[in-house]
């Protein structure tokens, strides 16, 4: 095989996540044409098609899906390796990826990207959903730091704490439970608004696909406040959805206290007064060792624990 330009595997490394010439090109700042040619050179190095056309766009063949990971690792720590020892957040050009659910991507990813388009002009964000594959995006350096609540970190990861987040009980503002001190028991027969994510009333620990880091979704458990409720609840995906349907309807809800603060009133919903009726769950960042003394990282660390 040939010397391999490694702006080739960029081109390569880009057509693997987005399976798309056009939009590849899009990210890269090239051509259509040049992003073909670019593909054309690399499989005439590697001897594979690496991909195919199908419906909806390209394909990677199984040659391409065995050296997909490799390439991206090495960009990874070619990029670390060349990276300045000092990070100017007004002067760098350079792209983060974050991996956060919709908790973080509604309390504080606005208010970072706000803050980084005032200091760092230049500095671009990518936003990715928390999946399956974070062990191993970590791992290849696909994201930089990904925003969550996480227990069974493996020992190459580092952990920060940011916050606890309490669990509170909603009701609508008109509702008759709104200014009574309650216990668990009164909220026992109150129809529910549930917040499960994927299949309806899963639990609430979901494993990666790796099994060796442990991410706990900020949702209600399936249990009622005491006992079994009259009413089979009501099954939503998020907490901005259950705040909505709280405040529209005469359900309750369990929901992180910083989205009823920020949202509540907007929509017309109330916290009820439950002494030590909700759970705590640390919300963490997340990030690979080998990222350590990176200086880029280390600032989008510190900025995000600053706007907490």
Same mark, same amino acid.
């Given at each position: ?160 704490? /940011?916050?606890?987040?309490?669990? =509170?009980? %909603? &009701?609508? +503002? ?5 200014? !009574?001190? #309650? $216990?668990?028991?009164? /909220?026992?027969?109150?129809?529910? =608004?549930? %917040? &499960?994510? +994927? ?5 609430? !620990?979901? #494993? $990666? ?100």
């Amino acid at each position: 095989m040939s010397e391999i330009d490694l702006n080739l595997l960029r081109v390569f490394d880009t057509l693997f996540e987005l399976g798309n010439v056009t939009k590849a090109g899009a990210r890269l700042g090239l051509t259509q044409s040049a992003v073909s040619h670019a593909l054309g050179r690399l499989r005439q190095s590697v001897g594979d098609p690496l991909f195919v056309r199908a419906p909806g766009g390209l394909q990677p063949t199984a040659r391409a899906i065995e050296i997909a990971p490799g390439v991206r690792m090495g960009l990874s720590q070619l990029r670390t390796a060349l990276s300045p020892s000092a990070f100017d957040p007004g002067t760098a050009h350079r792209r983060f990826t974050i991996a956060a659910g919709s908790y973080f991507c509604a309390l504080l990813i606005p208010r970072l990207l706000a803050h980084a388009r005032q200091v760092a002009p230049h500095v671009s964000f990518r936003v990715q959903p928390l999946g399956g594959d974070l062990l191993v995006d970590l791992d290849e350096g696909a994201v930089d730091v990904a925003l969550g609540a996480f227990t069974k970190i493996p020992k190459r990861l580092r952990v920060e704490p /940011l916050f606890q987040e309490e669990l =509170v009980w %909603i &009701a609508a +503002g008109r509702n008759a439970l709104v200014g !009574r001190r #309650l $216990t668990p028991a009164d /909220l026992a027969e109150q129809p529910r =608004v549930v %917040i &499960a994510t +994927g299949k309806p009333f899963e639990a609430l !620990r979901l #494993l $990666t696909s790796e099994g060796g880091l442990e991410r706990r979704t900020i949702i209600d458990t399936n249990d009622p406040p005491n006992g079994t409720t009259t009413e089979p609840p009501i099954s939503v995906y998020d907490a901005r959805t259950a705040l909505a349907v709280v405040g529209r309807t005469d359900c309750i809800a369990l929901v992180p206290k910083r989205f009823a603060q920020q949202d509540g009133a907007r929509l017309g919903v109330a916290i009820l007064d439950v002494p030590d009726s909700g759970d705590e769950i640390g919300l963490t960042t997340l990030w690979h060792s080998k990222f350590e003394e990176d200086a880029g990282v280390r600032w989008l660390r510190e900025t995000i624990s600053a706007l907490i």
